[in-house]
């Protein structure tokens, strides 16, 4: 079945770097984009962009410009995201996400998640 | 003024319907757009319901019960999602979404309560 396994809790410091992983399996993974969205505890959902694994073509939310990076490793059907001087407010909940794009974005959305990886900032 | 504005609770009894509005910031016209819902529930990522942009341009999720359904109200510039007969099990948050000006826009969520 189509999977998304993340990597585990983080506890980073702040100004640290974090990079958080999405394995997919199930699915041709250069079909797909993957998406990227998180959730402070208590609080809404928060997209942070998307890439295509094909291309390797990333959209930012302008937001995130700067800091965020997503990546991937085709060999191993593997995304990433790197979120860098990390504060506080960063203490959310990341998810990945299968998406489906169509031409011109004529529509857009994630029909598969991952479980989320926690990603805590504290000194 | 939020690009997408939900109502943060809404309580409906079992067996009743619900009606989840996502009202779009003036000047962005509801009709142009593909509206998006999901259902979060506590320690669960996401789950994607349906889209809808018209009638002729709709898609249920895989899986999702045909008594969630999509639908908009031009004159309140909103999109709504309905839930027909209501169970216990729909009890969660939900979720608006949007594409807009190159990026994913969501709603703040409505907190829906079954009693």
């Known amino acids: 079945q189509v999977q998304l396994v993340q990597s585990g809790a983080e506890v980073k410091k702040p100004g640290a770097s974090v990079k958080v992983s999405c394995k997919a399996s199930?699915?041709?993974?250069?079909?797909?984009?993957i998406s990227w969205v998180r959730q402070a505890t208590g609080q809404g959902l928060e997209w942070m962009g998307w890439?295509?694994?094909?291309?390797?073509?990333?959209g930012y939310a302008q937001k995130f410009q700067g800091r965020v990076t997503m990546t991937r490793d085709t060999s191993i059907s593997t995304a990433y995201m790197e979120l860098s001087s990390l504060r506080s407010e960063d203490t959310a909940v990341y998810y990945c996400?299968?998406?489906?794009?169509?031409?011109?974005?004529?529509?857009?959305?994630?029909?598969?998640w991952g479980k989320g990886t926690t990603v805590t900032v504290s000194s | 003024q939020a690009v997408l504005t939900q109502p943060s609770s809404l309580s409906a009894s079992p067996g009743a319907s619900a009606s989840l509005t996502c009202t779009l910031r003036?000047?962005?016209?509801?009709?142009?757009?593909?509206i998006y819902w999901y259902q979060q529930k506590p320690g669960s990522p996401p789950q994607f319901l349906l889209r809808?942009?018209?009638?002729?341009?709709?898609?249920?999720g895989s899986g999702v019960p045909s008594r969630f359904s999509g639908s908009k109200d031009a004159s309140a510039n909103a999109g709504i999602l309905l839930i027909s007969g209501l169970q216990s099990e729909d009890e969660a948050d939900y979720y608006c979404?949007?594409?807009?000006?190159?990026?994913?826009?969501f709603g703040g969520g409505t907190k829906l309560t079954v009693l």
């Open positions: 996400a299968r998406t489906l794009r169509g031409t011109e974005f004529r529509y857009y959305y994630m029909d598969v």
């Open positions: 199930g699915y041709t993974f250069t079909s797909y984009d």
């Open positions: 809808y942009k018209s009638d002729s341009d709709k898609q249920q």
């Open positions: 979404m949007i594409w807009h000006s190159s990026a994913v826009v």
């Open positions: 003036s000047g962005i016209n509801v009709g142009t757009y593909m």
């Open positions: 890439m295509n694994p094909n291309s390797g073509n990333t």
